[in-house]
């Protein structure tokens, strides 16, 4: 018998999912990720509008890293198709928009209700999961905001969809 409480969490196959996004590397300690957010969702707005693009599902952050000294996220959307003349991520300069994309294969998933702040439990509890099931967790897992938090009411009805990548055994 285990300790842990039960979480809806699964094994999921996902094919790559072409994205438009920006990268920030900072230190941890001078990290504002609402501050963030504001600015990616106001260029990836802007690159949209002069593109005529539209986001193929809802917003991400997929981190890098996370902890210790340094903060390596990036804030994006899923396209359906790329948008002509946009650079590919890793070419362009820190804090601009780029052509990105996040990974097919084996991942892990759970979907979160509530606030932001309560993001990091719910972490931790995938985390587990997946060692629990035998594997160990990949790199570079990702956060998509199901709803706005504008439109909801109560922040405890937010949901969130964490997607943590798993290799191979």
Do not use: C, K
Not at 33 to 58: C, E, I, K, N, Y
């Amino acid at each position: 018998m285990s300790d842990q409480p039960a979480i809806e969490a699964r094994l999921v196959e996902l094919s790559p999912q072409q994205t438009a996004a920006v990268r920030v590397r900072r230190p941890m300690s001078t990290v504002d990720v609402g501050a963030l957010m504001d600015d990616a969702m106001s260029r990836l707005g802007a690159l949209f509008g002069q593109a005529g693009a539209t986001p193929a599902g809802p917003p991400y952050a997929r981190y890098h890293a996370w902890g210790g000294e340094l903060a390596d996220v990036e804030i994006g959307f899923p396209l359906a198709g790329g948008i002509d003349g946009l650079p590919d991520l890793n070419d362009s300069p820190e804090g601009e928009v780029g052509m990105s994309e996040l990974p097919g294969g084996r991942a892990a998933q759970i979907v979160h209700r509530g606030p932001y702040p309560t993001l990091g439990d719910a972490y931790s509890s995938l985390h587990d999961w997946i060692h629990a099931q035998g594997y160990d967790e990949g790199d570079g897992p990702w956060e998509s905001y199901i709803d706005n938090p504008e439109e909801v009411a109560d922040v405890a009805q937010l949901r969130t969809e964490i997607t943590w990548p798993v290799p191979d055994r």
